[in-house]
């Protein structure tokens, strides 16, 4: 092997504070997929560059290494300019299930490849896999097969996209380097280039259920995604959003699926229609379907005023072979076995929520999942009564959580009830969207 690629001297390199070469860095993870470097050396090469960061033109190659360490989807066969959504995780979030067969409906194709939750993050693959029946997991050619069909195709990651991402992502999270704007940067768009798409929507989160906990810190992984958007030439428009309470009031799989529903037939809470029409419409233009944001915004909404998304919906459920009467009946869907109710100890406002707690929380009975290899409950999960603002009387329910581990029911309600502050007054209602990122640059949201 050529010196100038031995892996202990690129290793060393980084380690040392130095930039990477993009043929050096196309080496070591072309080397890695082939299974010619161990895990081990792999490994302390993420360590060097979460601790020392990795530069705009080191981002953009380690993101197209790993883009090409699979197949590229081609949709050429789909009319359109394709466009996908991706958020960075947060407590709540069912936005793309909601906003993928807006979108679709109104003639935009959506090629959507999800995660699983973990942490205290939920995943869209577990929500969909909540719906009996339902098929997440299919080939390059039934995945091309099923957008053909019907603008919308709702799938997990296949082997063939980015492998090297998917391998690279399970050392990351035991690996304690999952926290780097750079490499989550990689991680998400070497994905999402990968799906065949033409343009991107991101919702960057921000707060105590968010990776990213400051605005600053939200801001920067906006820029560093929209910036490599940018450089392979896919027109990227990202917002960071509020994600200091839950979004909605239903947090867990099924529950989120049954929130959902009611949102696409006109019931769905506020906050999260107010995101999900904001990035449904910010599709829908990028699609070229609306003159601008605020043109689609209206589209979008029509699509639920004249019940297209929700045909859209069941088409798709049937199509991924989920039980649709499930969908048209969602009160058939059994319950979990034990609820229990957080009431409140004082008469107040509710001030705060604290995330990143309920969601953890919600993983002790049993939503989410601790290791990659656990099943998830899919009736497990809680439902807030009140959120941030709410006034609340002494004996008042603030959640109730619902669960099939009796076991877990002391903790999580300590956890739970530790996760909501109450005060004497109101707090000042907080905008869910503060900034813009696109091409341009960052700048104060506003539309």
């Not at 529950?255 to 829908?284: F, K, Q, R, S, W």
């Amino acid at each position: 092997m050529d010196s100038k690629y031995n892996i202990v001297s690129l290793i060393r390199k980084k380690r040392d504070g130095k930039s990477l070469k993009k043929e050096e860095i196309q080496h070591l993870i072309k080397l890695y997929t082939a299974d010619e470097i161990p895990d081990y050396q792999i490994s302390a090469f993420l360590m060097a560059a979460f601790l020392n960061g990795m530069n705009d033109e080191e981002s953009a190659a380690f993101t197209e290494a790993m883009l090409h360490s699979g197949e590229i989807v081609d949709l050429s066969h789909v009319a359109g300019k394709k466009v996908d959504k991706h958020s960075t995780g947060g407590v709540g979030d069912k936005l793309s299930l909601i906003l993928a067969p807006i979108v679709a409906a109104a003639g935009v194709p959506v090629p959507m490849i999800s995660g699983r939750g973990l942490g205290h993050t939920g995943g869209t693959l577990d929500k969909l896999e909540s719906i009996p029946g339902f098929t997440v997991d299919m080939n390059l050619a039934r995945y091309k097969e099923i957008i053909g069909k019907h603008n919308l195709v709702l799938a997990g990651q296949t082997k063939e996209i980015a492998p090297a991402d998917k391998r690279l992502y399970a050392l990351r999270d035991v690996t304690a380097t999952v926290e780097s704007i750079p490499l989550i940067a990689g991680s998400i768009m070497s994905k999402k280039l990968a799906e065949g798409i033409d343009a991107l929507v991101l919702d960057v989160k921000v707060g105590s259920g968010a990776f990213m906990k400051t605005t600053e810190e939200a801001i920067k992984l906006g820029e560093a995604l929209v910036g490599i958007g940018t450089q392979f030439e896919k027109e990227t428009i990202a917002y960071v959003t509020n994600m200091n309470q839950p979004l909605g009031y239903k947090i867990g799989n099924w529950l989120e699926v049954e929130e959902c529903i009611d949102a696409m037939h006109g019931n769905g809470p506020d906050d999260i229609m107010e995101i999900t029409h904001l990035l449904a419409g910010t599709m829908i233009y990028l699609g070229g379907k609306a003159g601008d944001v605020s043109e689609g915004i209206e589209i979008s909404k029509e699509q639920i005023e004249n019940g297209a998304a929700f045909q859209k919906w069941l088409d798709i459920v049937d199509e991924q072979h989920g039980d649709v009467e499930m969908i048209k009946n969602p009160k058939k869907y059994p319950k979990a076995q034990f609820e229990f109710e957080i009431k409140a100890k004082q008469d107040g406002y509710v001030s705060a929520m604290d995330s990143f707690e309920i969601g953890m929380a919600s993983v002790e009975l049993g939503a989410g999942r601790k290791t990659k290899e656990e099943d998830v409950d899919p009736q497990a999960g809680i439902v807030l009564q009140k959120k941030v603002g709410d006034k609340i009387s002494k004996g008042e329910t603030i959640l109730t959580g619902l669960t099939n581990k009796p076991s877990a029911i002391d903790a999580a309600s300590e956890q739970l009830f530790g996760a909501v502050t109450i005060a004497e007054t109101k707090p000042e209602a907080v905008h869910l969207v503060s900034h813009t990122i696109d091409k341009k640059g960052s700048r104060a949201f506003e539309l």
